[in-house]
T-cell receptor, first 111, second 112 residues
Framework: GQQLNQSPQSMFIQEGEDVSMNCTSSSIFNTWLWYKQDPGEGPVLLIALYKAGELTSNGRLTAQFGITRKDSFLNISASIPSDVGIYFCAGRLGGAQKLVFGQGTRLTINP | NAGVTQTPKFQVLKTGQSMTLQCAQDMNHEYMSWYRQDPGMGLRLIHYSVGAGITDQGEVPNGYNVSRSTTEDFPLRLLSAAPSQTSVYFC???????????FGPGTRLTVT
């Protein structure tokens, strides 16, 4: 099946630092989505991207849809303790409803 | 709106038992999906539905059945539980095929 490579797999940072993570694929996607999952909860949508080159912000979060349509990145500025969790990227091929998910980036923040 | 709801939250089954995981949404979404989440594997699609009466297989459909008799409900049936089906199961819905999916809180299933 289609694969999304998400990196890094885990991050250990100090509170206040900026965070950057990305997803890459060998396939072209028409949609990129970024989710955050807290322990024991379902993934919650952070940002949705629908056009190549699109740059979208949600508070301290910024995500971009890569120009090649094969990658996307998520940045978090000035991290705070509640940013801790697992971040997933997901991509959609063509007009399909099916999403392909990355393996996740586990973010840990030292106060 | 309650969004996407799932029951039960936790379940323990013995090998060979059957059960149904319930999923409901009150957003009038046409598209619904079931995923399983295993450590280091992200989320993998089991089955999905593009509307009432229409279902299709995802990436890992074996051992699971679904039906979509109403827009609101999309139950997932385990026919004969196996230890390999120990996982966390998430239901998701979206307004249409091109839009973002919203997830339920998950069902943690253990098969012994």
């Amino acid at each position: 099946g289609q694969q999304l490579n998400q990196s890094p797999q885990s991050m250990f940072i100090q509170e206040g630092e900026d965070v950057s993570m990305n997803c890459t694929s060998s396939s072209i996607f028409n949609t990129w989505l970024w989710y955050k999952q807290d322990p024991g909860e379902g993934p919650v949508l952070l940002i949705a991207l629908y056009k190549a080159g699109e740059l979208t912000s949600n508070g301290r979060l910024t995500a971009q849809f890569g120009i090649t349509r094969k990658d996307s990145f998520l940045n978090i500025s000035a991290s705070i303790p509640s940013d801790v969790g697992i971040y997933f990227c997901a991509g959609r091929l063509g007009g399909a409803q099916k999403l392909v998910f990355g393996q996740g980036t586990r973010l840990t923040i030292n106060p | 709106n309650a969004g996407v709801t799932q029951t039960p939250k936790f379940q323990v089954l013995k090998t060979g038992q059957s059960m149904t995981l319930q999923c409901a949404q009150d957003m009038n979404h046409e598209y619904m999906s079931w995923y399983r989440q295993d450590p280091g594997m992200g989320l993998r699609l089991i089955h999905y539905s593009v509307g009432a009466g229409i279902t299709d297989q995802g990436e890992v459909p074996n051992g699971y059945n679904v039906s979509r008799s109403t827009t609101e409900d999309f139950p997932l049936r385990l026919l004969s539980a196996a230890p390999s089906q120990t996982s966390v199961y998430f239901c998701a819905s979206s307004r249409d095929r091109a839009k973002e999916q919203y997830f339920g809180p998950g069902t943690r299933l253990t098969v012994t």
